[in-house]
């Protein structure tokens, strides 16, 4: 058997690996127009940053290495320009000798991945514009650093390579401004926690930009044009809708979209998210023809249907796939649930499953609480962790999680993606046997905190509300009473709009004071006094009681 891979990143390395493993008789050839393979792409900002001192420990293997272990044959500076599935050949240009050959295969694997989505802007080409894509791009920002000294950058984009280049440029002594096109920041975050972790972005004086959008590059400046303005952005003047910033070097961090070309050119099918379209075997609709890594279409674990989701460890395990159904195995594809997770200073922010807005579009009737609870106890320097929640209230099952923190929310979002990928119902987080010592956790665990926040909302007659339908409601002029369950000197110092103080410790003693049949929503700081509160009201007849999640800490 004839195995030819295009692509040796970490799917098209992974799928060689596993052929290999099956059949050690198979001839096995890997091309790539790049210089570099089996590269993490992943701490390359970290290496521009000085966090990881040299290249050569993202790309620790090279065709040398495969070939003596796996004996697989990868060519680099080899582009593939033809796929014909008909004769079972490629057409290749050997970019080093600038010649063109023809190869044939009995199995392919197209692992051509994603390039990185350029938008159409005047100066895009320019020498100081940089988009991270692969170990090449990345040396060329690292001296641009060092051989320009630049003082100003702007980085376009707050997703997961914008924020990790944040933070890596800042550690260069660079001053940056980093712009979203959108109304928020961080696209796998709900409105509400992308809020929560901008305001404490501020507080860490970042210069952030929404709802901005790049025009125009030139020299040391770029033009942006701009809807609002947010309290982060005051600062800067607006000009007739346009701002213009001083920017010595432009990082794009605006995404990637699939490499399909190549694949579509063959008459390989394309699915609805734009990737190419595979089986749970990684099958393409061409005979002997298969597709993994950044260039497919998964599909969502909770739902069901198509996502493109280019992510490395999905990548690794569509490869591994690929390779084995290649070679005679029977993996299958499960699906995924977008699980992604960066470092942001000394932040750490995660996600998993669906998010609200994801949740109410696909039909669900959803439960979301908003849990604020340390990593570990304050006597071990624990940090608070948010930890944003959404279940099904049909089936009690756990759809996505969103946690903005600072220690420990790796531990936890994981334990939150075997629960969903398992099923788990919001009871039973509460009798996880999860490991308990002082410098690790506290006794509940904040998983454990969560399904018991879930559990009595959606079995126990103790609703929740949101702070964002709080706002409404108040701003609707719907007569609601507001009880404030928190001390004197807290409620003084801020509190929740039209909201009256009545601390826990006298709520019971001054109940005649309230109307019964009105709507009622208790609050404390984070929402366990809240809770309390609820539940004294409850026990005493006034039935329609809901707890504000996250308290006030997390309203305001």
Do not use: W
């Not at 895009?124 to 650093?145: E, G, M, T, W």
């Amino acid at each position: 058997m004839r195995i030819l891979i295009i692509g040796a990143v970490a799917a098209g390395t992974s799928a060689a690996a596993k052929a290999r493993r099956n059949n050690d008789k198979a001839e096995i050839v890997i091309y790539d127009k790049d210089i570099d393979i089996s590269y993490s792409a992943c701490g390359l900002p970290y290496y521009i940053g000085g966090e990881i001192e040299g290249i050569d420990e993202l790309t620790p293997r090279n065709p040398e290495f495969f070939l003596k272990k796996y004996n697989v044959d990868i060519k680099t500076k080899h582009k593939v320009v033809k796929i014909d599935h008909l004769n079972k050949t490629l057409t290749i240009k050997n970019m080093n000798l600038n010649e063109v050959f023809v190869d044939n295969f009995d199995k392919l694997v197209i692992a051509t991945g994603a390039t990185p989505f350029i938008p159409d802007v005047e100066g895009i080409q320019s020498d100081n514009v940089f988009f991270l894509r692969n170990v090449q791009s990345a040396k060329s920002i690292h001296n641009f650093i060092q051989n320009n000294k630049p003082k100003n950058a702007v980085i376009v984009g707050t997703g997961f390579i914008g924020f990790e280049m944040l933070e890596n440029l800042i550690a260069e002594d660079i001053n940056v401004t980093i712009i979203e096109q959108q109304n928020k920041i961080a696209p796998n975050l709900d409105q509400d926690m992308s809020r929560f972790l901008e305001n404490i972005l501020m507080q860490k004086g970042i210069k952030i930009l929404k709802e901005a959008t790049l025009t125009k590059i030139e020299n040391d400046k770029v033009t942006l044009k701009v809807d609002t303005l947010t309290k982060s952005e005051q600062d800067v003047n607006i000009i007739e809708g346009e701002i213009e910033l001083q920017s010595d070097m432009v990082i794009m961090a605006t995404g990637v979209k699939p490499n399909i070309n190549l694949a579509i050119e063959a008459g390989v099918e394309v699915g609805v998210t734009g990737a190419i379209k595979v089986d749970n075997h990684m099958q393409t609709n061409l005979p002997d023809i298969y597709a993994c890594g950044d260039c497919i279409e998964t599909f969502s674990l909770i739902t069901g249907k198509p996502s493109y989701k280019p992510l490395g460890s999905t990548a690794n395990k569509t490869g591994r796939i690929a390779g084995d159904v290649i070679t005679g195995g029977n993996i299958k594809y499960k699906g995924n649930l977008g699980t992604g997770i960066f470092k942001l200073f000394d932040l750490t922010v995660a996600n998993t499953g669906l998010s609200e807005a994801e949740a109410i579009k696909e039909g669900f009737d959803i439960q979301v609480c908003h849990n604020i609870k340390p990593d570990k106890p304050s006597y071990f320097k624990g940090k608070e962790m948010v930890i944003k929640a959404i279940a099904d209230k049909k089936t009690e099952k756990i759809l996505g999680v969103q946690i903005v923190g600072y220690d420990g929310v790796d531990k936890r979002i994981d334990v939150f993606v075997t629960l969903i990928t398992y099923g788990a119902k919001v009871d039973e987080l509460f009798h996880l046997d999860l490991a308990y010592a002082p410098p690790f956790s506290t006794t509940k665990d904040p998983v454990h905190y969560t399904g018991m926040i879930l559990d009595n909302a959606i079995n126990n007659n103790r609703p929740l509300i949101t702070s964002t339908k709080l706002k409404t409601l108040v701003q609707s002029g719907k007569k609601v009473q507001i009880i404030d369950a928190r001390v004197n000197k807290q409620f003084e110092k801020s509190c929740v709009d039209g909201a009256v103080n009545i601390p826990h410790s006298k709520l019971r003693e001054t109940m005649n004071s309230l109307e019964k049949d009105t709507l009622t929503v208790t609050y404390c700081n984070k929402g366990v006094t809240g809770n309390a509160a609820q539940n004294i009201l409850l026990n005493n007849g006034i039935t329609n009681v809901y707890n504000l999640s996250g308290g006030h800490k997390f309203y305001k």
